[in-house]
């Protein structure tokens, strides 16, 4: 939408501009032109309603024209002279039409005369009207920019603070401080040792999560230690199994993609099951670049669904679509009694140099 | 409560330790006796069937059933406290009368507090109905997705989806599953709000049916209808029961 037609005080505003100009080309045409001020009054207010119409298409040019281009300045001056030779033809209509009514007898010839002044004036106001058009332009821009960062920044905290309550589940940092005032009693030693375990792991979160893209040993570490803390408060009902291809622990993946699997199993597994259950990790090279993670669970089909099914694997999903798009592949199936995710994703050198 | 006798207490949770703090916690307390301890909700609706407790420590989730089914099942004459990691039930705790609430972990005199409430709570009869009761074993607006019927001490789970219909009978409603009857203490009207109206219709006064199993539907006398269901189970139906489904099955 042209800034000058967008609402009605504008464009009046805009029309008043021209008042000085018309007062400017009336004295002209006095002075220069030798006209009777009746003659100049009736050319020169047609001629300047005119000429704003047409400054004004200038910034058409502007809006598709970069001033960083070295062309631009002489496009713009081109331009600007054809619009002051249509002003001067314009003028020359007008004197013809005039000529006609014989209440103005030479206004041809008086015409003719101010022709290299209207042509140079009508070249000048043109440009002058790019010029002010390209410093509205620049501060519209600015003023998105402006817009755009705050609302990128509004953004990423949301999505910070959201990664930051999906790193911790306040259930299992409560259940624990639950379990270590339980130890505090009976084993001591025990509960110093959870309560470092459980700090160790919140520090490792915490840090991991501010990362791009990290090493799957790293991530793997982060699931040992949360284990270590879990299998304080399910003792023998907990079974972890794991198989990892050591070849594939200098694998770049986004941070905390895989303890929420863990996490979940466990939830939504051993914790439903009164004998216990079992988790089971597999990683593997499914080919040269692309990575196959599994990760087994048995759980109760009986059990009452807890809230917050589904959103764990959910982040999943989502982190996994903004690192890798479409190159990714998440598969949840139940069998039995038994609960698979599977995984799937590429190696990415681009993303892994990007995080180095 | 009896004058010079223990108070007995079960402690219900899935975690070791989570028993064990509540454990060592109430040994301050020389008239309290500890006479069982679950680990799941099938064994804490045995253990209250069988033992008659006056005050249960109960955790919220658990395997097998969840806290607040417990409570369903074991009625509203025993003194109960929450013991939950999280706050995110305390409301529905407050709307079943629960004693109290202890968000784990949880200091000795916060838990001292907790108990003296107990005491004088037990031995009083809880205003609270088995509609209150069943309406919050499901998260507000959503609809329940199972059922939990007490067959003796035993415990039976009726997923939604096997639910054939359910009948009025007294105070009671008859749950029919797959040729089995169950019943429980609920009217028909509070089992109504819980299903989801979209596959359960009410087609009688006392008789609700899931839509997947009507067969068909015959005229019966003069102003009736029988529904018929796959089985060949015969259901009457009211004249205004009979639109109902009529609308939910034209529109299918």
């Given at each position: 939408?042209?800034?000058?037609f967008?609402?009605?005080?504008?464009l009046?505003?805009?029309?008043?501009?021209?008042g000085?100009v018309?007062?400017?080309?009336?004295?002209?045409f006095v002075?220069?032109?030798g006209?009777?001020?009746?003659?100049a009054v009736?050319?020169?207010?047609?001629l300047?309603l005119y000429?704003?119409?047409v400054?004004?298409s200038?910034w058409y040019?502007?809006?598709?024209t970069?001033?960083?281009?070295?062309?631009?300045?002489?496009?713009?001056?081109?331009?600007?002279?054809g619009?002051g030779?249509s002003?001067?033809?314009?003028?020359?209509?007008?004197a013809?039409?005039?000529?006609s009514t014989?209440?103005?007898?030479?206004?041809?010839e008086?015409v003719k005369?101010?022709v290299?002044?209207l042509w140079?004036?009508g070249t000048?106001?043109y440009?002058?009207?790019?010029?002010?058009?390209?410093i509205?332009?620049s501060s519209?821009?600015?003023?998105?920019a402006e817009?755009?960062?705050?609302?990128?920044?509004a953004?990423?905290?949301e999505s910070?603070l959201?990664?930051?309550?999906a790193?911790?589940?306040?259930h299992?940092?409560f259940n624990?401080l639950n379990s270590?005032?339980a130890?505090?009693?009976?084993?001591p030693?025990?509960a110093?040792?959870m309560?470092i375990?459980?700090?160790?792991?919140?520090?490792k979160?915490l840090?991991?999560g501010e990362?791009?893209?990290?090493p799957l040993?790293?991530?793997?570490?982060l699931?040992?230690?949360?284990?270590?803390?879990?299998?304080i408060r399910?003792?023998?009902r907990?079974k972890?199994e794991?198989?990892t291809?050591a070849?594939?622990?200098a694998?770049?993946?986004?941070?905390l993609?895989?303890?929420?699997?863990?996490?979940?199993?466990i939830r939504?597994?051993?914790?439903?099951?009164?004998?216990?259950g079992?988790v089971?990790l597999?990683?593997s090279?499914k080919?040269a670049d692309?990575?196959?993670?599994?990760?087994?669970?048995?759980?109760d089909?009986d059990a009452?669904r807890?809230?917050?099914?589904?959103i764990?694997?959910?982040n999943?999903?989502?982190?996994?679509?903004?690192t890798?798009?479409?190159?990714?592949l998440?598969?949840?199936?139940?069998e039995?009694e038994?609960?698979?995710?599977?995984?799937?994703?590429p190696s990415?050198?681009k993303?892994a140099?990007?995080s180095? | 409560?009896?004058q010079h006798?223990?108070?007995?207490v079960?402690i219900?949770?899935?975690?070791d330790l989570?028993r064990?703090?509540?454990r060592?916690m109430?040994q301050?307390?020389?008239e309290?006796?500890v006479?069982g301890e679950c680990?799941?909700?099938?064994?804490a609706v045995?253990?209250?069937?069988?033992i008659k407790?006056?005050l249960?420590?109960?955790?919220?989730?658990?395997p097998?059933l969840d806290?607040?089914?417990?409570l369903e099942?074991v009625?509203?004459?025993?003194?109960?406290?929450?013991?939950?990691a999280?706050?995110?039930h305390a409301?529905r705790?407050f709307e079943?009368?629960?004693?109290d609430?202890l968000?784990?972990?949880f200091?000795?005199?916060r838990f001292?507090e907790?108990?003296?409430?107990?005491k004088?709570?037990?031995g009083k009869?809880i205003?609270?109905?088995?509609e209150q009761?069943s309406?919050?074993v499901r998260?507000?607006?959503q609809y329940?997705?199972?059922?939990v019927v007490?067959?003796g001490t035993r415990?039976q789970i009726?997923?939604v989806s096997?639910?054939?219909?359910?009948e009025?009978?007294?105070d009671?409603?008859?749950?029919?599953?797959q040729?089995?009857?169950?019943?429980?203490?609920?009217?028909?009207s509070?089992?109504?709000?819980?299903?989801d109206?979209k596959?359960?219709?009410?087609?009688?006064?006392s008789?609700?049916?899931n839509?997947?199993r009507?067969g068909?539907?015959?005229p019966y006398?003069?102003?009736?209808?029988i529904?018929?269901?796959n089985?060949?189970?015969r259901?009457?139906?009211?004249?205004a029961?009979?639109k109902?489904l009529q609308e939910?099955?034209?529109g299918?």
């Amino acid at each position: 939408m042209h800034p000058i037609f967008a609402n009605f005080r504008r464009l009046l505003l805009y029309l008043l501009a021209w008042g000085p100009v018309s007062a400017v080309l009336i004295y002209l045409f006095v002075s220069i032109g030798g006209m009777t001020s009746g003659l100049a009054v009736a050319l020169a207010i047609p001629l300047c309603l005119y000429y704003a119409f047409v400054c004004l298409s200038a910034w058409y040019s502007c809006r598709g024209t970069r001033l960083q281009n070295s062309s631009a300045w002489l496009k713009h001056f081109i331009t600007a002279a054809g619009a002051g030779l249509s002003w001067v033809i314009v003028a020359r209509l007008l004197a013809i039409a005039f000529s006609s009514t014989h209440y103005f007898p030479g206004v041809q010839e008086q015409v003719k005369r101010e022709v290299p002044l209207l042509w140079a004036a009508g070249t000048f106001l043109y440009l002058l009207s790019t010029a002010v058009f390209y410093i509205l332009l620049s501060s519209q821009a600015a003023h998105e920019a402006e817009k755009g960062v705050v609302e990128a920044q509004a953004l990423a905290r949301e999505s910070e603070l959201k990664a930051l309550k999906a790193q911790v589940n306040p259930h299992f940092v409560f259940n624990c401080l639950n379990s270590i005032s339980a130890l505090t009693a009976t084993d001591p030693a025990k509960a110093r040792e959870m309560c470092i375990l459980l700090a160790e792991f919140l520090r490792k979160a915490l840090g991991l999560g501010e990362k791009q893209l990290i090493p799957l040993e790293q991530e793997l570490d982060l699931i040992h230690t949360y284990l270590s803390v879990e299998q304080i408060r399910f003792g023998t009902r907990l079974k972890f199994e794991e198989e990892t291809n050591a070849d594939t622990h200098a694998w770049m993946l986004p941070p905390l993609l895989l303890q929420p699997l863990i996490e979940n199993a466990i939830r939504h597994g051993v914790a439903t099951l009164t004998e216990g259950g079992w988790v089971r990790l597999e990683i593997s090279n499914k080919s040269a670049d692309r990575l196959a993670i599994q990760v087994r669970n048995n759980f109760d089909a009986d059990a009452p669904r807890k809230r917050g099914t589904g959103i764990g694997l959910k982040n999943v999903r989502g982190r996994l679509d903004t690192t890798y798009g479409q190159r990714a592949l998440l598969d949840v199936r139940t069998e039995g009694e038994c609960f698979h995710v599977s995984l799937e994703v590429p190696s990415d050198m681009k993303a892994a140099r990007q995080s180095a | 409560m009896k004058q010079h006798e223990a108070i007995r207490v079960i402690i219900v949770d899935d975690e070791d330790l989570a028993r064990q703090i509540i454990r060592e916690m109430l040994q301050a307390h020389p008239e309290i006796e500890v006479v069982g301890e679950c680990s799941n909700g099938f064994d804490a609706v045995k253990a209250v069937a069988e033992i008659k407790p006056d005050l249960l420590f109960l955790d919220i989730q658990m395997p097998k059933l969840d806290g607040f089914e417990v409570l369903e099942l074991v009625g509203n004459d025993i003194a109960v406290i929450f013991a939950t990691a999280y706050d995110e039930h305390a409301l529905r705790a407050f709307e079943v009368h629960a004693v109290d609430y202890l968000l784990k972990p949880f200091r000795a005199d916060r838990f001292n507090e907790a108990l003296a409430r107990a005491k004088e709570r037990i031995g009083k009869k809880i205003p609270v109905s088995p509609e209150q009761l069943s309406a919050t074993v499901r998260d507000p607006g959503q609809y329940a997705e199972r059922i939990v019927v007490k067959d003796g001490t035993r415990v039976q789970i009726i997923p939604v989806s096997k639910l054939d219909f359910a009948e009025a009978q007294d105070d009671y409603i008859a749950l029919a599953c797959q040729g089995k009857k169950y019943l429980k203490q609920q009217t028909i009207s509070s089992l109504e709000t819980a299903l989801d109206p979209k596959s359960f219709v009410r087609i009688h006064r006392s008789c609700l049916v899931n839509l997947e199993r009507v067969g068909r539907i015959e005229p019966y006398g003069k102003d009736s209808h029988i529904v018929i269901l796959n089985d060949g189970t015969r259901l009457p139906a009211s004249r205004a029961g009979l639109k109902r489904l009529q609308e939910f099955l034209g529109g299918s």
